[in-house]
């Protein structure tokens, strides 16, 4: 009997998503699909091309489909969308960016711009468009950690032209200031600013801009917050009691303002002798992730204390690009991988609560 394109529906039904709960056929994952004979051809579109379980979806789909009596072959694409989790509306600064994600600490010293630059890259990496803004304007290091010694060009609307640097499209403050300066700023020129940063910038279509906040709970965040819908928050800390307790202020101020948690990252999470081996605890480990399970928020992941993590960063060729099959680099990756998983299920929640608003 000749196969149907409804008999690969019904075997790929068996594939769930792990993260969003959902076999990928209601999900409206499978693309054009094709069955020509015993041959059968389709494309899997994932919501993030950083998507932590492509491969084994992909694993899964073909195993699925190899199990139908008469095919003799299956061809499968992996593709990806990112969808927007954010209800923008039409007078919005930044209309063509899909996602908004401030990378946030509550103390400084903690390792966020460095953890910034590299989540940034990683998604880059996968496919993704990314932008990098640095709105940590009292001491913005972007610019050194990704090697960046040029200036945006700006029009004469007084529009800047993000730098584009390893797939990357980053603005800064650090861009304007000479290395001896330091910014004096009151909160109305903060203010105004970000304002200048979201819709004074030609950022293009994005599908993530990962801002990197300084430290604290302050105006800048304050400003952020009110100017834009934002995806949702990444908080940044090591595993001493004393960074996390300042790390849940930062949670509590985004709840306050009513912007979601996407996620903790534990940094500086243990040293691993390069010589030796040894794993030595120097700042304590696992704190963060406990703190996210009682607070019941997502643990994006481990970043170890390694001494190449420095020392790219200090060379302008962060980890991920430097040394890809570190050890570090792929903690971040993974990180990053976790984050795009985060987003897509905050953007398949907000359509299937659009769904159920339209049906009733």
Known sequence: MAITQQQVLNA????????????????GFVKHLTVDGGR?????????????????????????????????????????????????????LIPTIKNV??????????????????????????????????ADVYGPTIPTILGITT??????????????????????????????????????????????????????ELDYLLVDLPPGTGDVQLSLCQAIPLTGAVIVSTPQDVALNVAQKAITMFKKLNTPILGIIENMSEYVCPHCGKHDEIFGAGGARKIAERLEIPFLGEIP???????TSDAGTPIVLAQPNSPSAKAF????????????????????????????
Do not use: Y
């Not at 790929?12 to 999900?27: C, E, F, G, T």
């Not at 584009?164 to 909160?187: C, D, Q, T, Y």
């Open 305 to 311: 204390l390694a001494t190449p993590i420095r020392e």
């Open 40 to 92: 059968v051809a389709f494309q899997i579109e994932l919501t993030t091309p950083a998507c932590p379980v492509k491969d084994l979806l992909r694993e899964e789909a073909h195993k699925a489909v190899s199990a139908i009596p008469g095919v003799s072959s299956v061809e499968i694409g992996m593709t990806s969308q990112v969808r927007s989790s954010i209800a923008l509306p039409t007078s919005a």
């Open 101 to 134: 994600i401030p990378i946030a600490s509550g103390k400084g010293g903690v390792g966020k711009s460095t953890v910034s630059a590299n989540l940034a890259l990683a998604l880059a990496k996968s496919g993704a468009r990314v932008g990098l803004m640095d």
């Open 12 to 27: 790929l039904k068996a594939i769930q998503d792990p993260d969003l709960k959902r076999d990928i056929v209601s999900l």
């Open 151 to 204: 200036q945006p060009e700006v029009d004469e609307q007084n529009r800047m032209t993000p730098i584009e640097h390893n797939g990357l499209k980053v603005i800064s403050m650090g861009f304007f200031m000479k290395p001896e300066e330091a910014v004096v700023w009151r909160g109305p020129m903060l203010h105004k600013t970000i304002q200048q940063f979201l819709g004074g910038v030609l950022w293009g």
């Open 333 to 360: 990756v993974a990180a990053a991988e976790q984050l795009a998983a985060q987003i897509s299920i905050r953007a398949m929640q907000g359509e299937l609560q659009s769904q159920v608003k339209v049906t009733f």
